[in-house]
């Protein structure tokens, strides 16, 4: 019982403020909806860390290089004006095949520093933010829409999504039942992520990367290629990453660079450490969980806060919860092994 | 060559470049380079003794310069000024230094082998707390004796609280004047005799305590030493150094940006530190003096170098974030390289027998 501190702790928390909300009035059909939302909205990127983690690299806190990559496939798809749901899903396929050449070099790195892999993604992935930066504010982009009015040259920090696919997956298939709207098209997009992540660990390569993630020795000695696997686990991450910013922009209704994604790679951490990983084999319900936990407090106390108390408190609250999170998991990780599986 | 020096070199190289294009004199770079080793000198000085213990780089150093905000802002809302003020914000700083760098020494002993990944988290965590005492008890749980730095809406402090009873306080002590360029000999001498002090430390008793940990826990506590207690002495060292350091700082620049004054003073501090040769295991004091003065030369020159060749200042500062970011990221990935040679053959001997356990946790960073 002792391990599920955290998990009770944000359980308890939650009721606690979901009575609190409906005491203060906030209509609880726009929270559940919202909470359904943001589940899908982060939930790509926390199921993204899945395979790093599997392989045993820990958690990608290197995330802003795989969002980097998803950025710029979108970016390309606004260049060409690609809108509606297809025009989505073309800036998936571009951001996937720019995450591929960003993982590549992303997992040399990583490759080199096995065992440290958490603190050198940390610090690959600030320094490849300003590199982004640099590019994006010279850019040979076309589109009007995307640059500065002045000059016409150098990227927006901020890019409104609305004339081309923003919420185009929000949209998608949405059902009314009562007063909650039911986001059907995007759950049902996160659900096939999720599903073929799991597909993912029963084929071979899948459970190579199981194997090296839980003891390289021995995968060594059953003739496991121990750098191709991690490779691919990052590659695959990275992949993954980079649609879930897609999903994220898209329902967020802009397309934010330059420093935008710096502390990205935070909450993602906490959502898959509160689902009960414990930086080791994490399984997809896992991350289901701890994202659907985390993004609810995110829900609950923003207009909490705002009836309550003072606007700034829930976005504090959220930087404590997401890093105190964290901090407990590196502090008990010692406790858990990676022979409990969920 | 070692690595190490190159990158002393290409910071060289690239500081050199970036003054000739940047078109800056001579006398504005060396008063501000000057201004920048007053200030963080200290404050670099205070991740020497972490990196000795073996604990690599305290990013917490965050955790001690918000102590010293603390501090000023202490005797700044009880109205103390003068001598009195500041007194009472050095012994503010230092209690709460000590007890906050007590806790982060707690902390990194449970996580041997992680403990920079640790201390960002902590620095990030202690910052969401330190915004939250200023930001939303200020006029609610502490009460407001100052309304001078209230926020208008009766909770909160200001974001800029000033400084001016403090400001240029110990600069003008020895003025000296050599043409243009103002040397302000008596803070000069506070932070070399803080180098001297530092040095002196890592050579005394507890200085070889430390980097007998450093180089080996098991071998150090086989020798007798206490290893929790020296890690966790070695980081309060370091947090009340960061500490003292900020006060520095902020008397310096005369105001305090409340909410984000202390922060990346440990990336910047880091950058320093490596640029001037140090490695993630051994840094020196000579390290911390000559990367103060590359990497400082290269922050100021960098934005009016990026207008004068691109055509846009912003270039050239997310070059220079870029270079403080990524000096770290190397440091990290050549550091790795050599210690993953002895981590691949511990775990072939070691690992083979203990199924679902990751390679055992290193010592050493």
């Known amino acids: 019982m002792n391990k599920y501190i955290p998990q009770i702790f944000i359980v308890i928390f939650l009721v606690l403020m979901m009575f609190t909300a409906v005491w203060a009035g906030i209509p609880w059909a726009g929270l559940i909806n919202d909470s359904l939302v943001r589940l899908v909205m982060n939930g790509v990127l926390v199921l993204s860390l899945i395979p790093m983690l599997n392989v045993g690299a820990g958690i990608n806190y290197g995330l802003p ?20 749901i297809l025009g989505f899903f073309a800036a998936i396929m571009l951001s996937a095949l720019v995450a591929i050449v960003f993982g590549l070099g992303y997992a040399g790195i990583l490759n080199r520093v096995r065992g440290r892999e958490e603190i050198t993604g940390v610090f690959a992935g600030f320094s490849f933010i300003y590199v982004m930066s640099f590019f994006w504010a010279v850019a040979p982009f076309t589109n009007p829409g995307m640059l500065w009015p002045i000059g016409g040259y150098g990227m927006r920090p901020t890019i409104g999504l609305g004339p081309y696919f923003a919420k185009s997956l929000n949209e998608l298939w949405s059902l009314h039942i009562g007063d909650v709207l039911i986001p059907l098209g995007m759950l049902s997009f996160f659900a096939l992520i999720g599903v073929m992540l799991y597909l993912l660990f029963k ?11 839980e003891n390289e020795c021995f995968a060594r000695l059953a003739g496991i290629n121990i750098s191709r696997t991690r490779s691919i686990a990052i590659i695959i991450s990275t992949i993954i990453a980079a649609i879930g910013i897609c999903v994220y922009a898209q329902s967020y209704g802009f397309l934010e660079l330059y420093e935008a994604p710096l502390m990205m790679a935070f909450p993602a951490a906490s959502a898959i450490l509160l689902g009960g990983s414990s930086g080791r084999r994490t399984t997809v319900l896992q991350a289901f969980l701890g994202t659907f936990l985390f993004q609810s407090v ?8 705002n009836a309550l108390l003072l606007p700034e408190v829930s976005e504090i609250f959220r930087v404590m919860i997401s890093n105190g999170i964290i901090l407990y998991a590196l502090l008990f990780e010692g406790g858990r092994t990676s022979s409990e599986k969920v | 060559m070692k690595r190490s020096s190159v990158v002393t070199l290409v910071f ?12 800056i004199g001579p006398v504005f770079l060396c008063n501000e380079v000057l201004t920048r080793f007053i200030r963080d000198a200290v404050l670099v000085l205070a991740l020497l003794i972490p990196i000795a213990a073996g604990m690599g780089i305290n990013f917490a150093i965050t955790v001690g310069a918000m102590s010293a905000q603390v501090g000023f802002l202490t005797a700044i809302i009880m109205n103390i000024w003068g001598l009195a003020g500041l007194s009472v914000t050095l012994l503010v700083t230092l209690v709460a230094a000590i007890v906050t760098g007590w806790l982060v020494g707690l902390i990194l002993n449970r996580v041997k082998g992680k403990e920079m990944i640790t201390t960002i988290i902590i620095g990030f965590l202690a910052n969401g707390l330190y915004q939250f005492v200023y930001l939303v008890g200020y006029g609610t749980f502490i009460p407001a004796f100052n309304q001078e730095i209230l926020l208008s809406r009766g909770i909160g402090v200001r974001n800029m609280v000033d400084l001016a009873g403090y400001r240029n306080l110990m600069e003008n002590i020895w003025m000296i004047e050599v043409g243009d360029i103002h040397i302000p000999l008596f803070m000069i001498m506070v932070v070399l005799l803080f180098c001297v002090v530092v040095a002196y430390i890592m050579n005394t008793r507890f200085g070889q305590r430390v980097r007998a940990v450093g180089q080996d826990m098991e071998k150090a506590a086989a020798l007798g030493i206490d290893v929790n207690k020296t ?5 309060i060292l370091s947090t009340v150094l960061a500490g003292l350091g900020q006060i520095l700082y902020l008397q310096n620049i005369g105001m305090i940006n409340v909410y984000t004054a202390h922060m990346n003073s440990d990336i910047f501090s880091a950058a320093a530190l490596l640029a001037g040769g140090a490695t993630l295991k051994e840094a020196r004091v000579r390290n911390v003096i000559l990367g103060i003065f590359l990497f400082h030369t290269l922050f100021i020159v960098s934005p009016q170098a990026g207008q004068n060749l691109l055509g846009n200042a912003a270039l050239g500062e997310y070059f220079r974030s870029f270079v403080a970011y990524g000096t770290i990221a190397l440091a990290l990935v050549f550091n790795e390289t050599s210690q993953n040679i002895r981590g691949n053959k511990l775990c072939r001997i070691r690992n083979l027998f203990r199924k679902n356990k990751g390679p055992g946790v290193e010592p050493s960073i």
């Open chain 1, 203 to 213: 084929t071979r390569i899948g459970s190579a990367i199981l194997a090296v993630g």
């Open chain 2, 231 to 235: 890690r966790l002495q070695a980081i």
């Open chain 1, 65 to 84: 290089v795989a969002i980097s990559a998803g950025l710029l496939g979108m970016a390309i798809a606004v260049n060409y004006q690609l809108s509606g």
């Open chain 1, 298 to 305: 995110y829900v609950y106390s923003g207009p909490l806060a």
């Open chain 2, 12 to 23: 060289l190289l690239l500081s050199a470049l970036g003054w000739y294009y940047s078109g």
